[in-house]
């Protein structure tokens, strides 16, 4: 098994991406930190991890709030003895044009994708500094390279994730940590399901066309990303045998945009 006897942490587990991630960490012998602001839905994965033979522990984690992240990470780290991987994964997603944009949910969205992603970096090196060896994934997205109509604050903070990601594989060269960002196109979660109505109000057409057009359009394969996509990448740049891999954007979006 790829990962086995490290120790993970994934934010946003309780569902979508970052449970299939916890979940395919698991198959390959991670220990497994579930985080999620929902309670319960941490406890569901977290339970389903272990009912299939895993080690997982759920941790009910707002990533905004910096004590949580501390408190969810130190803990992580005493249940299984250190911090190998951690995935800044959790997000979510409003979308208006910019003129209408209230700045309250501007802020909620940069919020929580980039100062999570940057409290939960924070709370992994302090764990990974003096064990001298680390992995930093980030969830960025073909958003991290690219713009679409009515999703300014996502953009924007996908784009900041990219520029933390690099940052941190500077700054993380000298104590064995690397750091890298995976760039999904859409996956079908609630939170992409969530969008199709809302952009179809806001663009005044058919969900068909916002899925046809919007949402897989520049794809060569007129296909969503899948979540099996996505955790297969997360798994690849967990386990990667040397410190050459890191810096990176690792785009998984059926070709939607290519770099």
Known sequence: ????????????????????????????????????????????????????????IALTMDVTDEKAVDEGTNRLAARFGGLDIAVANAGIQIVHPV???????????????????????????????????????????????????????????????????????????????RSNVICPGFVRTPLVDKQIPEQARDLGISEERVVK??????????????????ADTAVFLAGFGSRALTGQSLLVSNGWVMK
């Open 99 to 177: 003129e209408e944009f209230p700045l309250d949910e501007f802020r909620r969205v940069v919020d929580i994708h980039l100062t999570g992603a940057f409290l939960t970096t924070r709370a992994a090196v302090r764990h990974m500094y003096p064990a001298g060896s680390g992995s930093l994934i980030y969830m960025g997205s073909v958003h991290s390279h690219d713009a679409s109509p009515l999703k300014s604050a996502y953009v924007a903070a996908k784009h900041g994730i990219l520029g933390l990601a690099r940052v941190m594989a500077k700054e993380g060269a000298p104590h064995g940590v």
């Open 213 to 230: 057009e919007v949402m897989l359009g520049r794809t060569v394969t007129g296909e969503f990303t899948t979540l099996e996509d996505v």
């Open 1 to 56: 098994m790829q990962l086995k006897g490290k120790v993970a942490l994934v934010t946003g587990a309780g569902s979508g991406i970052g449970q299939a991630i916890a979940h395919a960490f698991a198959r390959q012998g991670a220990r497994v930190g579930v985080a999620d602001i929902d309670a319960d839905a941490a406890a569901r994965t977290a339970a389903a991890i272990t009912s299939g033979g895993g080690e997982a």
